[in-house]
């Protein structure tokens, strides 16, 4: 049974950092495509970030610069470092693996993580 178990969501202020972890069972994750998606409130799901199992990652552009995805394979579990927070970055952080589309229509899903940036 695959489970993936996002944390490390909360309250942060402008500015500010966070990290999100995924850790995954039930799959032979280092072959999977890792992924982070979000979804604010009244807008669809989007990509904020990839990381294939080999080759370069991807990034939607209003975080590059400011986020940074990375996986460890002996963990079974990949990151997402937040930094220079914004307000705009507030939404429902979920994990997914195995879609190498990047389109959030295939493979599987975590239960989500909130993220509130405010002051």
């Known amino acids: 049974q695959v489970q993936l178990v996002e944390s490390g969501g909360g309250l942060a202020q402008p500015g500010g950092s966070l990290r999100l972890s995924c850790s995954a069972s039930?799959?032979?994750?280092?072959?999977?495509?890792m992924a982070w998606y979000r979804q604010a409130p009244g807008k669809q799901r989007e990509l904020v970030a990839g990381?294939?199992?080999?080759?370069?990652?991807v990034y939607v552009e209003s975080v590059k610069d400011r986020f940074t995805i990375s996986r460890d394979n002996a963990k079974n579990t990949v990151y997402l470092q937040m930094t220079s927070l914004k307000p705009e970055d507030t939404a429902v952080y979920y994990c997914?693996?195995?879609?190498?589309?990047?389109?959030?229509?295939?493979?599987?899903w975590g239960q989500g993580t909130q993220v509130t940036v405010s002051s």
């Open positions: 997914n693996a195995g879609d190498s589309t990047w389109s959030g229509k295939y493979g599987y």
């Open positions: 990381i294939p199992s080999r080759g370069v990652t």
């Open positions: 039930g799959v032979t994750f280092r072959y999977l495509d």
